[in-house]
C-alpha cells in the first residue's frame, strides 16, 4: 500500500501540496480528481521523486520514498505514465516500448501489449511522435506495463482524446486492473473514473478535500461536478 | 593556383588522415554535448594525454601501439569518470556557459602540467613494425599507417554511430539527450549514465591520441592546436548531431587536403572560412537542430 500523509511540496518558492493525505490500497484502483492547478501531477511527481522541496510522510510497502531518487522509486516497482505522455522523440515506437528495463518479474510480454494495443504493433518502425494522440497515450500505458512494475500511476490518461479512445483505454484500464495492478489514476473526466475505481478522491488547492467509496460516488456526483468546475 | 591531378588527389588523401581525426574527436564532443550540455573544452587535452599515455607505456613498460590502443582509451575514460564526478557534475543546473570556462580552465591547467613535467619539445613514437612501408597508389605513396588511420578512424566511428542508432544501449542514451527526468523515472540511473557517456566520449579522444602519436608530434600543445579546428568542424556540422559530426569532420579533412594542393597558403584557414559562411547561411550547422 502506498501511504501519504501530511504532505507537503514546493516548486522552488511556490508551496503547492499542503498537508495531502491519501492511501492506495495494493490491487485497487484509487481515482484523484481536481481542476487544473489543483496540485494533481505534482502529488504523482512527488511520489516519483522528481520534486525538489518535499515534506511529510510517503511510504509504499513500509518503505520511505522521500529518500530515495527517481530511478530507486522506480525499481521499487512504481511507474508513472505522464501527463504529456513523454514519448521519446528520437526513439522509434518499439525502441519506446522496450526503453523502461525490466525491474520485476511478471511483466506483461511484447506479444500481449501488442496484443492489447494492435495499433501500435503496425506501427513499431515509426517515430514515437509520429503517432496520433491516442495512440502515443497508448504507447506511454503499454510502455510500464513491460516492466513489472505494480503500481502504476496514469495523468490524466483521457485527456484531448476522442470518446472511442477514451473508451479503449477504459477497457484496457478494466483488464489491467483484473490483472491485479495497483492503480492511481488522475483524472477530471468524473465519467471516467466512475466505472473503474474503487476510491475516490477529490483534491483541491493541494490537500484533499473529500474521500468517496465507489458506492458512495454516484449520490456525491453534484459535489463532484462542482469541485471540477463543471 | 597550379592544378595538378595527382597532387590534388594525394592531398586529399593526407586530408583523410586528418579528417579522420576531426571526425574521432567531434564524435565525442557531440555525444558529450548531446547528453551533458557541456561544451567540453577540454576534448583536446585528452587527445593529449592519449598520445602522451602511448608514450610513456612504450618509454617506462616497454608497451607497443596495439595494446596502447586497448589500455589508454581504459586510462583516460578512468580519468574522465573522476573530472566528471569531481568538477562537471556540479555544472549540470547551471548555463553551458560555466561548463565551457571550467573545461576551458581545466585544459589549460593540465597542458600547462603537462608542459613542466615534459618540456614544450616533441617527443617520438615510432610506427608499429607491422605498418611500416607504403603502397603504391598509382597517384601516390600512402604510408600504410596513414592508411590505416583512415580505415580505422571510419570504422571506429561507424561503429559509435551504430551502437548509438540501432542499439538498446543507444537507444538509453538518445532517450536521456530527449528526456533525462523520464529515462531516471523508469528506474535507469541517469548520474551514472552521464558520467559514463562523459568517459566514453573522452576515451574516444585518447584513441584519437595513440593513433595520432606515431604521425604528429607528441607535445604538450597538439591537443589544442587540433581541437581549434574541431571546433570549426562541430561549429559547420551542428552541435549535437552525431552522423553529422562524422561526416562533416571527413569532408573537412578532404577539403584542407584539396586546398593544400591548388592554394597552400589557404589551407589553415579554409575551414574557417567555411564556418564563416554556414554561420551566415545555416546558424545551426549543417547537421544540427539545436540552437
Ligand atoms: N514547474 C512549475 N513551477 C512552478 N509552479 C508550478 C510548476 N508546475 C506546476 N506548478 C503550479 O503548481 C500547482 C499545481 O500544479 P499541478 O501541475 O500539480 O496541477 P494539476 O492538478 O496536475 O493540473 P492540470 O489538471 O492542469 O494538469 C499549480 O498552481 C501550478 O501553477
Ligand atoms: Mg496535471
Known amino acids: 500500500m502506498l501511504d501519504i500523509a501530511d504532505l507537503d511540496a ?3 518558492e511556490s508551496h503547492v501540496l499542503h498537508g495531502l493525505n491519501m492511501q492506495v490500497p495494493d490491487g485497487k484502483v484509487v481515482s484523484l480528481l481536481g481542476r487544473n492547478g489543483a496540485g494533481k501531477t505534482t502529488t504523482m511527481r512527488t511520489i516519483m521523486g522528481l520534486m525538489g522541496k518535499v515534506r511529510g510522510r510517503l511510504s509504499y510497502e513500509g518503505t520511505d520514498l522521500l529518500k530515495l531518487r527517481p530511478d530507486q522509486v522506480a525499481r521499487k516497482g512504481i511507474a508513472l505514465c505522464p501527463e504529456d505522455r513523454a514519448i521519446f522523440p528520437s526513439l522509434s515506437v518499439h525502441e519506446n516500448l522496450m526503453l523502461p528495463p525490466i525491474i520485476a518479474q511478471g511483466g506483461m510480454s511484447v506479444e500481449h501489449i501488442y496484443e492489447l494495443f494492435p495499433n501500435i504493433k503496425e506501427r513499431s518502425s515509426s517515430r514515437g511522435t509520429q503517432l496520433s494522440g491516442g495512440e502515443q497515450q497508448m504507447l506511454a500505458i503499454a510502455r510500464i506495463l513491460r516492466t513489472g512494475a505494480k503500481f502504476l500511476l496514469l495523468d490524466e490518461p483521457t485527456e484531448g482524446l476522442a470518446p472511442v479512445i477514451v473508451q479503449q483505454i477504459s477497457r484496457t484500464l478494466a483488464e489491467i486492473k483484473e490483472m491485479g495492478y495497483t492503480i492511481l489514476l488522475v483524472e477530471q473526466n468524473a465519467h471516467f473514473v466512475q466505472g473503474i475505481a474503487d476510491i475516490h478522491y477529490l483534491i483541491e488547492n493541494g490537500h484533499i478535500v473529500d474521500r468517496l467509496e465507489a458506492g458512495e460516488f454516484e449520490k456525491n456526483i453534484a459535489k463532484v461536478d462542482k469541485l471540477l468546475g463543471l | 593556383m597550379d592544378f595538378n591531378l595527382n597532387l590534388i588527389l594525394g592531398q586529399m588523401v593526407l586530408g583523410l588522415v586528418n579528417g579522420a581525426f576531426y571526425a574521432i574527436l567531434s564524435l565525442g564532443l557531440s555525444i558529450i554535448f548531446g547528453l551533458l550540455g557541456v561544451i567540453n573544452f577540454a576534448h583536446g587535452v585528452f587527445f593529449m594525454l592519449g598520445a602522451f599515455a602511448a608514450y ?31 568538477l562537471i557534475r556540479s555544472l549540470y543546473k547551471l548555463d553551458h556557459l560555466y561548463g565551457l570556462l571550467l573545461t576551458l580552465g581545466l585544459a589549460f591547467a593540465i597542458e600547462g602540467l603537462i608542459r613542466i613535467v615534459f618540456g614544450p619539445q616533441g617527443l617520438p613514437y615510432s610506427i608499429p613494425d607491422s605498418l611500416r612501408g607504403a603502397i603504391n597508389l598509382g597517384f601516390m605513396f600512402l604510408p600504410y599507417y596513414r592508411a590505416w588511420v583512415v580505415i580505422a578512424g571510419i570504422i571506429l566511428c561507424l561503429s559509435v554511430w551504430l551502437v548509438i542508432e540501432r542499439t538498446p544501449l543507444g537507444a538509453k542514451l538518445r532517450a536521456a539527450t530527449d528526456n533525462p527526468q523520464m529515462v531516471q523515472a523508469f528506474g535507469i540511473n541517469v548520474p551514472v549514465m552521464l558520467t559514463l557517456t562523459y568517459a566514453a566520449g573522452v576515451a574516444l579522444a585518447g584513441i584519437g591520441g595513440v593513433m595520432a602519436a606515431p604521425i604528429m608530434s607528441v607535445d604538450p600543445a597538439m591537443g589544442t592546436n587540433i581541437v581549434i579546428v574541431v571546433f570549426a568542424v562541430v561549429v559547420i556540422g551542428g552541435m549535437g548531431s552525431i552522423f553529422g559530426s562524422i561526416l562533416t569532420g571527413l569532408a573537412l579533412g578532404l577539403l584542407e587536403g584539396f586546398t593544400k594542393a591548388v592554394f597552400a597558403e589557404a589551407s589553415s584557414t579554409v575551414i574557417f572560412v567555411v564556418m564563416v559562411i554556414v554561420l551566415i547561411a545555416r546558424p545551426r550547422g549543417l547537421f544540427g537542430k539545436m540552437a
Open chain 1, 10 to 12: 514546493w516548486y522552488g
Open chain 2, 56 to 86: 610513456m607505456l612504450s618509454e617506462v613498460f616497454g608497451i607497443g601501439y596495439w595494446p596502447a590502443l586497448i589500455l589508454v582509451p581504459l586510462m583516460i575514460g578512468a580519468l574522465g569518470v573522476v573530472v566528471e564526478v569531481t
